[in-house]
């Protein structure tokens, strides 16, 4: 590509989430013409940037320029209206409008006689319809749509808006691997055309195989940028992870005796997100699931849990075999779940930590013989349940809105001790939750599991997983790609392994 | 995890609830807001008074007598029993427009089987509330299952009942031979009191109950509160909701068969505006006292002031046809009270 000079130039861009620093001042540049790579781990920094980008968050300090000129972004209309498009992972359409419907949307259309005049829209449509590729019915809704379809109808959208930039977010996370080929024929022609490409995805051979040059973050600072012809995957990898992979790791807290096992899966898989999965769940062991955004470890808990049914594959329970159909199942199995959003999945906000604590658990506070609930009894038992917990609250009839992140994750927690539970899940324990709350989670899940509980840890940081859990799976492309065991377990190993192939990974495009 | 299912849009009239990261009211004004979140809280029991103090002065004689507060009470009792039937669903997050065909069809249907097919009366009630619970399971079975929204569905289920009753009765009233045991029921009285009272004490009681004191009453509140939720906490979202529609539908029956006993025949469409009544007190029944929340109490006490309303135009000598636009007009300021208490709960 001739050197153009820069489209998108960002420099020093800082943005602050309370204490966390998401980005530390980073800096780049898109040139027209060209396919940029944006790589880096989960909370690196990149979706900070893009939403800023996109006119979601305003930037605590530095620049963004377009052609030279420098903008602020405060709404995502005025970033349509500067030029730049966004093509998410969800895609943003609107699936009851047919695919016309949906380019056109929020753009003024012509009109005839107060109509909308759909004729001139699809003449003028029709050159940009051709330019995608686009060679099914666009009058179909998209709803009835392919992934691939869709995301050729979000280009489209994104070209009639005049875009001169087009961030992709993950573009093939859920394509094939014909339709992710399709897509990368679509990115060279926008290239052509002289389009400014921000590419962002953890796939490392996309990168390489279709990016002019590539920025990588880590911890919300730039670490690298370079021409891709002074790359390979390796120096990617190194990139993303920083350092040596044979650094030092801490050492767990306590690797538990191997115990017996509880839960057994085997081949498990719903497709697209689980490609057959295999492990054993032991009881005394802190069980980590690691991966990137989309590896299938959420989709692999919500099997366990009755939450989806699979399409293959075979779990058992203590020896017998375990096929839960309802979440109701897996609780009377003893599991229990403490569901990555908290607030939406995990509590009812405006009631009290009682009885938020109680909800599984509610008959056994019942005076028999008559059904009537003693509200003395739970509370009793919920004031030592939080006191078990560490849940600070004024008291347990407080409704749990009013709680900190970490206080209401305590109080989820506290919903499933204290029972007949084998297996316990937390997915994304530690998210929105302040560093001292997360210390004591992390104690909790350990004394539970030293009383014999199994428990699994889901999580999307690499950091949490070292000293918390005996053992790491890591998931890429829904399969387990990596078992890391003690000392083994770092955070560097994890990210690494995450950047791994799945075995029978789809042929490269 | 993502959410585990398609989350089913809420009824419009519920739609006021927060959001789950709603920002705190800014400082400004929080005089006002107090206020205002005071007068939501309280405003529907000052209102209560009011009205009462303005009868008592302009009409001591009509209004303020015990006799008069024993009628209001009577009179009030069908529409508490409808109500607080319609509270269960609500709770759970549903709507349930069928109540007021219901029991007009429970009507038509008691008297037409004690008169016509000669059903002893316990058995023909017995009966009837069998049909209202059935009803009710059917809603049930079409909003969980089928996944139909329930306005829509009751709607349905309702329109249908109103057909039902039509064919049953050939429109019209079935008024001749109805026993004086079953009239009984209604106009008679245990120790002064009506026994459309009692009944009415006996069953808003278990109700409250069943709400605020059982198991079954927190997962009612659980499924209402946050659906996901409490499936993830195990709960049988499903069966819950489907026991709360038969719960509103066997109290519509129940409230049919009342009137019925209490007219002295059956008649279709009877009971058609019970479904207003018991919309209107269930939401001014939430902006009493709770924060927007639907409870078995207030509805008692929404249905409580929609009846003294009633009196009071019955004794000042005002066309029945104003009761409509009361009841029209209560019900928006209801349902207005019911999203302002929810919106001011932190203020």
Known sequence: MAAAAPFLVVSGLAKRFGGVRALRGVDLDVRAGEVHGLVGANGAGKSTLIRILAGVFAPDGGTITLDGRPVTIATPHQATDLGLGFIHQDLNLVTQLTGIENIMLGVPKPSRLGLIDWKTIRADAAATVARVGIDFSLDAKVATLSTAQRWLVSICRALMRKARLIVMDEPTASLSAHEAGNLFRIVRQLRREGIAILYVSHRLDEILDLCDRVTAFRDGARVMHSERAALTRASLVDAIVGGSLSQASSPPMAVSAQGEPVLTVTALARLPMVRGVDFVLRRGEVLGFAGLVGAGRSEVMRLIYGADRPHRGSMALGGSPFSPRTPRDAVKAGIGLVPEERRSEGLVLNRSVAFNMALPSNRRFTLSPLPLLSGSRRDRWARSTAARVLVKTPSVGTPVQRLSGGNQQKVVIGRWIDRDLKILILDEPSRGVDIGARGEIHRLIRSLAAEGLAVIVVSSEAEELPGLCDRVLVMAEGRIVECLEGAAINRDAIVAASYKHAPQDRASA | MRSTAPARNAPIMMSESRPPDAVPPNRSGDATRRVLALFAKYGTILGLLVMVALFSVMAPAAFATLGNALNVLNQASLGMIIAGGLTVTVIVGEL??????????????????????????????????????????????????????????????????????????????????????????????????????????????????????????????????????????????????????????????????????????????????????????????????????????????????????????????????????LQGAILIVAVGLSSLSRRFADA
């Open chain 2, 96 to 325: 349930d427009l069928s109540v007021g065909f219901l029991a007009s069809f429970a009507g038509v249907l008691v008297v037409g089987l004690i008169v016509n097919t000669g059903l002893p009366v316990p058995l023909a009630i017995a009966a009837v509330i069998g049909i209202g619970l059935l009803h009710g399971f059917i809603n049930g079975l079409i909003v969980t299952k089928v996944g139909v929204n329930s306005v829509i569905a009751t709607l349905g289920t309702g329109t249908i009942v109103v057909g039902l009753s039509f064919a049953y009765s050939s429109g019209a009233p079935i008024a001749f031979g109805v026993p004086d045991s079953f009239v009984a029921i209604s106009l008679g009285r245990v120790a002064g009191l009506p026994h459309n009272v009692l009944i009415m004490a006996a069953l808003i009681f278990g109700l409250w109950l069943l709400v605020e004191r059982t198991s079954f009453g927190q997962s009612l509140q659980a499924v209402g509160g946050n659906r996901i939720a409490a499936r993830l906490s195990g709960i049988a979202v499903d069966r819950t909701k489907i026991i709360a529609f038969m719960i509103a539908g066997g109290c519509a029956a129940l409230t049919g068969i009342l009137l019925a006993s209490a007219l002295g025949s059956g008649t279709t469409s009877a009971a058609d505006s019970y479904l207003l009544t018991a919309f209107a007190a269930v939401f001014l029944g939430s902006a009493t006292l709770r924060d927007g929340e639907f409870h078995i109490l207030g509805t008692l006490f929404g249905a409580l002031i929609i009846a003294i309303g009633f009196n009071g135009l019955a004794i000042f000598g005002a066309p029945t046809f104003y009761q409509y636009v």
